[in-house]
C-alpha cells in the first residue's frame, strides 16, 4: 500500500539539519522545501493498492528522486548511491543520515507506473504552475515559440542484412518467449523482409536499393526512423518538439514524434496541449487585472512563432481553420535567377496578374487535388506570340535563348497555390517590422532547446518512443523548476532583505538546524560540529 510522508517530517531529516548548508535557493533546496506540496503522495494513488500490503516508499519522494536523476544526469544505480551518501540529495529526499530512499528496481517500478498512467504530462502541468507562482510566467496571454530537435534512439542502427539478422528469433532470445512475443518477433520480421528485400527477375533474393519510406532501423526499438536536421545533418531516433512561452521560456508542452516526421506534424495539437496547460497554471491565481493581461483575464495562446519548417501551406490552413495566429517564416521563391510569382501583382478584385512586361491576364481555372480534395485553382497565362517578342523573356522564361532548338509553344504560366491567399499574405508580412520583431522572440525556444540538451536529453534512454517523450517531459519539468528558481533568486537578490537568521522575528525554520543540532549534543554530545561554532548550544 502507498506510504505517506509525516506531515511534520523527521527530526533528523537532512532537510532540517542542513538545508541551510546546502542552500534554500538551490534546486535540492527548493524540492527539499516545495517537493512535498508540489508533488504530493495524494497525486500518486492510483499506482498502489490502497487497502493491503507492505507501505511503499512515498511516491512524493520517488517523484523528487527522477527529477534528481535528470538534474544531475545520473543512472539509477547512481541515482540509490547518491541517496545514500550525498548531502544534497538526502536534503532534496528529506533522508536521514544513514538511510537510503529505494533500491534501483524500485525507481524503475515507479518510473514504469508514470508511464503507464501518463503522469509525465501532469509532472511537466505542475511545473508551469510553479513558474506562474514564481513570476516567471507573468502574462496570460501568450505569445508561444516552438521547435524541434532530434534524440538520438536508443536501439542499435544496423543497415541491410546486418538488420535482418539481429530480427533473427534465435538471435534475439526468443527462446521460453510467450505466443504474443513470438507473433510480435515474426510481424517484425515481415516488416523487415518488406522494406529491405526484393526479388529478382530469377526468382532469387537481393537487397533493395535505396531508402524504404519509413524504414524501421533498428530491431531493439522498431520506434526508431532516419530523420534529418538539415539536408546534410542526419539522425537515427525520434523527434523531440516544445512549446514554450515566447517571454518567460517556460516549456508548455513537450512531446517525442517519429524522427522522420515532418517538423509541423501535430503542431496545432502540441499548441492546444501547451494552451490547456497554462489555462491549468492559470485556474487557481486571482483573476486581478494587470499591465500584463490588460484587464482581460481570459488565459489564451494569442500567437505562435514558428521556423520555416512550420509555415506549409498545409500547416498554415489546420491554424487558420483552429482561428490561431501563426506567425512563420514563408521560404523564399526561386525560379533560378527569373522573374519569380512576386514579380506578377495580383489584383485582388479579378485576380488578373501583370507581367514585368506590363502584360495583363486574366486567370483560368484547373482542377487540382488537395487535401484529399479536388478544388478548382487559377493560373494565368501569358499567349506565346507576345513573350516570343518580349525583351524581358531571357529574364522570365527558361529555354528560350536564340539556340534553343524547339521553339515555345506557351508563354509564360503562373499556377496558384491552392492556398495562395495564405502564402501571399504570409509572404507580405514577412517584411514587416512587427513581424521582425514578433519572430525575434522566437529565439527563446532555441534557448530552452539548449537547455534540453544541457539535461542530457539529445540521447534517448530508453527504447520506444513512449518512454523516450516520458524522458522529455521529465527533463521539460527539471528545466522548468530550474527557470522558476533562478528567477525568484533573481528577483531576491534585486530585492535584498537582511538575513533574518540572527533576528529574535526570525521564522522558524532558519532555526531548525541549529534546535536539532542541540537535541543531538544532548543526547549524544560531540556528534554535532555545531557546538564547536556556537558557544550559545556549547553552554547549554
Ligand atoms: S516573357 Fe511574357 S510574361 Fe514574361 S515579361 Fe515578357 S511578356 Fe511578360
Known amino acids: 500500500m502507498m506510504g505517506e510522508l509525516s506531515a511534520q517530517g523527521k527530526l533528523f531529516g537532512a532537510d532540517h539539519l542542513h538545508l541551510d548548508h546546502v542552500g534554500r535557493d538551490t534546486f535540492y ?3 527539499a522545501v516545495e517537493g512535498p506540496r508540489v508533488f504530493p503522495d495524494g497525486d500518486f494513488r492510483e499506482f498502489y493498492v490502497l487497502d493491503n500490503g507492505r507501505k511503499s516508499v512515498p511516491p512524493s519522494q520517488l517523484v523528487r528522486m527522477v527529477l534528481l536523476q535528470w538534474y544531475d544526469k545520473t543512472s539509477d ?3 540509490v548511491v547518491r541517496s545514500k551518501f550525498d548531502l544534497r540529495w538526502k536534503v ?6 544513514h538511510e537510503g530512499l529505494c533500491a534501483k528496481f524500485t525507481l524503475q517500478t515507479f518510473r514504469g507506473k508514470l508511464l503507464l498512467s501518463q503522469q509525465g504530462r501532469e509532472l511537466l502541468k505542475r511545473s508551469v504552475q510553479v513558474c506562474r507562482e514564481a513570476g516567471a510566467l507573468r502574462s496570460r496571454k501568450v505569445r508561444a515559440a516552438l521547435d524541434t530537435s532530434p534524440i538520438i534512439g536508443r536501439g542499435a542502427v544496423r543497415l541491410g542484412e546486418t538488420l535482418l539478422e539481429s530480427a533473427d528469433p534465435s538471435t534475439i532470445g526468443m527462446r521460453g518467449a510467450g505466443e504474443k512475443e513470438v507473433r510480435e518477433a515474426m510481424r517484425l520480421l515481415e516488416q523487415l523482409v518488406e522494406q529491405d528485400v526484393e526479388v529478382r527477375e530469377d526468382g532469387g533474393a537481393q537487397l533493395k536499393q535505396g531508402v524504404a519510406k519509413d524504414r524501421i532501423v533498428s530491431v531493439h526499438d522498431p520506434e526508431m526512423r532516419h530523420g534529418r536536421k538539415s539536408r546534410r545533418v542526419r539522425f537515427d531516433g525520434h523527434k523531440g518538439e516544445i512549446v ?7 516549456i508548455l508542452d513537450a512531446s517525442a514524434k517519429a524522427g522522420n516526421a515532418h517538423d509541423a506534424h501535430g503542431s496545432l495539437e502540441a499548441v492546444e496541449r501547451a494552451e490547456a496547460t497554462l489555462k491549468a497554471a492559470w485556474k487557481d491565481a486571482p483573476e486581478k487585472p494587470s499591465p500584463e493581461n490588460e484587464g482581460d483575464p481570459e488565459v489564451k495562446i494569442v500567437e505562435t512563432l514558428g521556423d520555416c519548417a512550420y509555415g506549409s501551406a498545409d500547416n498554415r490552413r489546420d491554424f487558420a481553420d483552429a482561428e490561431r495566429t501563426l506567425t512563420a517564416k514563408q521560404p523564399a521563391l526561386h525560379n533560378g535567377g527569373r522573374y519569380t510569382k512576386e514579380d506578377f501583382p495580383r489584383d485582388d478584385e479579378t485576380g488578373a496578374r501583370t507581367c514585368p512586361a506590363g502584360h495583363r491576364v486574366l486567370p483560368r481555372s484547373r482542377t487540382r487535388t488537395w487535401r484529399g480534395e479536388k478544388v478548382n485553382v487559377p493560373y494565368c497565362q501569358w499567349p506565346a506570340a507576345v513573350c516570343a517578342t518580349c525583351p524581358l523573356r531571357t529574364q522570365c522564361l527558361k529555354a528560350c535563348n536564340e539556340e534553343d532548338a524547339k521553339p515555345r509553344v506557351s508563354g509564360r504560366t503562373l499556377s496558384e497555390h491552392p492556398e495562395e491567399t495564405l502564402l501571399a499574405k504570409a509572404r507580405a508580412q514577412q517584411h514587416t517590422p512587427e513581424f521582425r520583431d514578433a519572430y525575434r522572440q ?8 539548449a537547455r534540453m540538451m544541457q539535461l542530457g536529453a539529445r540521447q534517448a534512454r530508453y527504447f ?7 524522458q522529455w517531459l521529465i527533463a521539460a519539468t527539471v528545466a522548468n523548476l530550474s527557470l522558476a528558481i533562478g ?7 534585486s530585492n535584498p532583505t537582511p538575513a533574518p537568521s540572527n533576528s529574535p522575528y526570525a521564522p522558524p525554520n532558519y532555526s531548525w538546524g541549529r534546535i536539532t ?9 560531540g556528534t554535532t560540529s555545531l557546538t564547536k561554532r556556537d558557544p550559545a548550544i556549547r553552554t547549554a
Request: glycine letters at 8%.
Open 29 to 31: 533546496g527548493w524540492l
Open 77 to 79: 544505480e547512481e541515482s
Open 92 to 97: 532534496a529526499l528529506g533522508l536521514e543520515d
Open 244 to 250: 514554450v512561452d515566447a517571454e518567460s521560456g517556460t
Open 442 to 449: 522566437r529565439q527563446t525556444v532555441e534557448h530552452r532547446l
Open 464 to 470: 520506444g518512443r513512449a518512454k523516450t517523450e516520458l
Open 487 to 493: 528567477h525568484k533568486n533573481k528577483e531576491k537578490a
Open 517 to 525: 543540532a542541540a537535541i543531538r549534543f544532548l543526547i549524544a554530545p
